[in-house]
């Protein structure tokens, strides 16, 4: 830069809103949205599946009346254990995490699990080693389960999904739609602090992942994806499920961690 040189002012901070409330009254378990099944003797990763991102649900079904260890062996990366269509707890890679014991009730007990592709390693030795879902093989009570179904859910789209007014969730993972209107649009910040772990899309646009762990608690909107008029969100919630309103702020918070 020569010498002399008088740089320019800071832009202006562009203009931002807040909506105070945004109320959630359709929504569909994603259950419900299950497609065809692929049918295997062991559980198949994404990759074998041709998935690149999103869920797998994986079901399969047990002889009940007993206590023991579940074990996803070499899980990646993290999953939701369900139990007759409870949840039963999750399990994260994260925190090296691959066993949970469990109850089963008497009779023919159907296991279910979802499990999410966080993120792909794209340098280093890894990069070809790197596959996700269940890679190995699953365990119960010391004994290999067999049998697996599994469904492809990569949520590229959530354009078609078949939404059911006044929904309540059974606190399985959950797809929820809102509808809002809007007589001014500008940047703004979805606060997803009471929310547990999961995705959003805003009027078709994936607007990315959010965790209640943080740091980060707000999801950006740009003015550009807004509308004047009537705007759809559409949010998908694996933990929370109860929850039904959101708001957006401001100005985004980036550096709250929950423990």
Request: proline residues 6%; glycine residues 8%.
């Amino acid at each position: 830069m020569p010498k002399g040189t008088v740089l320019p002012s800071v832009p202006a901070a562009k203009p931002t809103i807040a909506i105070p409330s945004i109320d959630f009254k359709m929504g569909t378990r994603m259950a419900d949205i299950l497609p065809a099944a692929v049918k295997n003797a062991n559980p198949l990763t994404f990759e074998d599946l041709h998935q690149d991102y999103g869920f797998v649900w994986y079901r399969t079904f047990l002889d009940g009346g007993k206590t023991g260890v579940l074990k996803l062996k070499d899980l990646r990366d993290y999953a939701i254990i369900m139990i007759n269509g409870q949840p039963a707890g999750v399990l994260d890679r994260r925190l090296n995490q691959d066993s949970i014991s469990i109850a089963l009730p008497a009779g023919k007990v159907k296991l279910d699990i979802l499990v999410e592709n966080l993120g792909r390693i794209n340098f280093g030795k890894y990069l070809l080693e790197n596959k996700k879902g269940i890679t190995e093989k699953v365990l119960f009570a010391g004994s290999e389960v067999k049998n697996w179904e599994m469904y492809g859910l990569p949520m590229s789209t959530v354009a078609a999904l078949p939404f059911k007014s006044n929904f309540k969730s059974d606190h399985t993972p959950v797809i929820k739609k809102a509808v809002f209107t809007l007589d001014k649009v500008g940047d703004t910040y979805l606060d997803m602090s009471k929310w547990g772990k999961g995705s959003v899309w805003l009027n078709g646009h994936n607007l990315g992942r959010y965790w209640e762990v943080g740091p980060q608690q707000t999801l950006y909107i740009p003015a550009e994806w807004l509308k004047k008029g009537i705007n759809e969100l559409v949010v998908a919630e694996l933990l929370k499920t109860e929850e039904n309103t959101l708001q957006s702020l401001q100005k985004p918070v980036l550096s709250v961690v929950k423990k």
